[in-house]
């Protein structure tokens, strides 16, 4: 499953390489390390539970948003 349209009630299907993806936006964060630097950092970040952590970079874009950028590609990144 690559999209769902709850409004029309469409499943839309692709192939594996479709799921694939580096980059995601994390937003209402309420981060409590030291704050982030222009040039953004490195860190180590779990996509599930079940997965090993992977190496990636994040950027602060806004007070309430990064963007997490990982250095090597993962399967199916969703929200949740």
Known sequence: ???IDPKSNIVYLGPES???GTDFVIKDL???ADEIDSGGMRATVKIR???PAAEA???RLDRDRVLVSLLSEEKAITPG
């Open 30 to 32: 309420n981060w409590l």
């Open 1 to 3: 499953v690559v999209k």
């Open 57 to 59: 970079r994040i950027k």
């Open 18 to 20: 479709a799921l694939k």
């Open 49 to 51: 539970s079940t997965r």
